[in-house]
C-alpha cells in the first residue's frame, strides 16, 4: 500500500513537472532519473541503464558558433524569418573560395552562374526595413511598402528605372494608406540620394500602375506629429486641429505646412502651460519644418482671422489680445 502511494506521488509530481530530469523506466517499474546523450540523442536510465528514447532530436540552441574557425566570416548558423513575399523564401547557399586550388574553384564557378530570382528583391527588402528604422515607422507599413514593390516587380516596372526612388515612393504610399503619412522630405532624407522631385514621379507612376487609390497628405494627420515634438498637451492639439479645420474656409493662399506652423504659434500663446507659451517662433517652424520667415507671412494673413478660426472653448475673445502682433 505505501509503495502504491509513492508511486501515485512520484506520477503526480512528474506530471506536475517536478522531475524535469526523470522518466518512467519499464523494467524498473518506475519514475527514474535519466541521462541524456547528447551526441547520439539516447535517453538512458540511470538506474539499469535501459534506453528510453532514442534519435531524439534537441531543439535548444546550438551555443557553438564556430568563431574559433574563422572570426572574419559570421559565425551564425541561422538566416532570418522567412518572407511569404519571396518565392524561397530567405534560403541561400554560398560557397566560400578560401582555397586557391585548382579543383576547389569548380564549385564557386559553378555556383556563380545559378541565378537566384529574389536576390534583387530580398537586396530591395533590406534596404527598404533600414529606411523604416530610419523612420521610426511600425511592422506593418514596413510589409505593405514591400508589398507595393512586390507588386510593382511582379509587373516589370523597376527594370530601367532608380530603384531608390521606386523604394522610397512605395514606403510614402504605405505610409498613406496606413494612416502614418509622412512627408516627401522626410522620406527623401532616407532615400539613399533619391530627390523629392524623383520620389513624386515615381509614386504617381505606381498608383497609376498598382491602381493605388491613395488619399492627398491632409495637414491635419501631420499636426499631432509636429505638436508633440515641442511638447504640446492633449488640449493644445485639440486646438491646433480644430483651428486647422476652419482655416480651410478662408482663402489663404499659402502652404499647408506654413498655416500649420501659424496656428500653432497661435495655440502656444494662447496655452495654460508655462512651457508651450515660452515656445519660440523659430521652434514652432522647426517642429513643423518650415523657414520662420515663412511662418511668418502665414501668420500675418490668419491673424485678421483669429476670432473666427481659434475655438471659444480653449480661449475667451477678450484673451486674443495677448496675441503677438505679425
Same mark, same amino acid.
Given at each position: 500500500m505505501q509503495k502504491a502511494t509513492q508511486k501515485t506521488k512520484q506520477k503526480e509530481d512528474w506530471d506536475k513537472g517536478f522531475c524535469n530530469d526523470g522518466g518512467f523506466c519499464s523494467d524498473c517499474k518506475a519514475y527514474t532519473d535519466v541521462v541524456l546523450d547528447h551526441r547520439s540523442g539516447d535517453t538512458i536510465c540511470t538506474q539499469c541503464g535501459l534506453v528510453l528514447e532514442d534519435h531524439a532530436v534537441d531543439f535548444t540552441a546550438e551555443w557553438r558558433n564556430f568563431d574559433d574557425q574563422d572570426s572574419t566570416n559570421?559565425?551564425?548558423?541561422? @538566416?532570418?524569418?522567412?518572407?511569404?513575399?519571396?518565392?524561397? @523564401?530567405?534560403? /541561400?547557399?554560398?560557397?566560400? $573560395?578560401?582555397?586557391?586550388?585548382?579543383?576547389?574553384?569548380?564549385?564557386?564557378?559553378?555556383?556563380? =552562374?545559378? &541565378? $537566384?530570382?529574389?536576390?534583387?528583391?530580398? %537586396?530591395?527588402? +533590406? /534596404?527598404? @526595413?533600414? !529606411?523604416?528604422?530610419?523612420?521610426?515607422?511600425? /511592422?506593418? %507599413?514596413?510589409?505593405?511598402?514591400?508589398?507595393?514593390? #512586390?507588386?510593382?516587380?511582379?509587373?516589370?516596372?523597376?527594370?530601367?528605372?532608380?530603384?531608390?526612388?521606386? !523604394?522610397?515612393?512605395?514606403?510614402?504610399?504605405?505610409? &498613406? +494608406?496606413?494612416?502614418?503619412?509622412?512627408?516627401? #522630405? +522626410? %522620406?527623401?532624407?532616407?532615400?539613399?540620394?533619391? =530627390?523629392? #522631385? +524623383? %520620389?513624386?514621379? !515615381?509614386?504617381?507612376?505606381?498608383? #497609376?500602375?498598382l491602381e493605388v487609390d491613395s488619399k492627398t497628405t491632409d495637414i491635419g494627420d501631420l499636426s499631432r506629429r509636429c505638436c508633440s515634438m515641442i511638447g504640446m498637451a492633449n488640449q493644445d492639439m485639440k486646438a491646433v486641429l480644430e483651428t486647422l479645420n476652419k482655416s480651410k474656409e478662408i482663402d489663404v493662399r499659402r502652404s499647408p505646412k506654413s498655416v500649420l506652423a501659424a496656428v500653432m504659434y497661435m495655440i502656444a500663446q494662447l496655452s495654460n502651460d508655462k512651457s508651450t507659451r515660452e515656445l519660440t517662433l523659430h521652434a514652432v517652424s522647426q517642429a513643423a519644418d518650415v523657414a520662420v520667415a515663412t511662418t511668418k507671412k502665414a501668420y500675418k494673413d490668419l491673424y485678421p482671422y483669429v476670432s473666427r478660426i481659434i475655438p471659444n472653448w480653449f480661449v475667451k475673445l477678450e484673451d486674443l489680445k495677448i496675441l503677438c502682433l505679425p
Open positions: 559570421d559565425p551564425s548558423r541561422v @538566416g532570418s524569418r522567412s518572407d511569404p513575399l519571396l518565392n524561397n @523564401g530567405v534560403l /541561400t547557399v554560398n560557397i566560400s $573560395n578560401d582555397n586557391k586550388k585548382a579543383v576547389s574553384c569548380v564549385l564557386p564557378r559553378l555556383h556563380k =552562374t545559378l &541565378q $537566384n530570382p529574389d536576390k534583387s528583391l530580398h %537586396i530591395a527588402f +533590406e /534596404t527598404l @526595413g533600414m !529606411m523604416a528604422d530610419r523612420l521610426a515607422l511600425v /511592422t506593418a %507599413i514596413r510589409d505593405h511598402a514591400k508589398e507595393l514593390y #512586390k507588386n510593382a516587380d511582379d509587373r516589370k516596372f523597376c527594370r530601367g528605372r532608380n530603384c531608390d526612388a521606386i !523604394m522610397a515612393a512605395c514606403l510614402f504610399l504605405a505610409c &498613406q +494608406e496606413k494612416g502614418f503619412p509622412r512627408t516627401l #522630405k +522626410e %522620406i527623401a532624407m532616407v532615400a539613399n540620394g533619391a =530627390t523629392r #522631385k +524623383e %520620389i513624386n514621379r !515615381m509614386k504617381e507612376l505606381l498608383k #497609376k500602375i
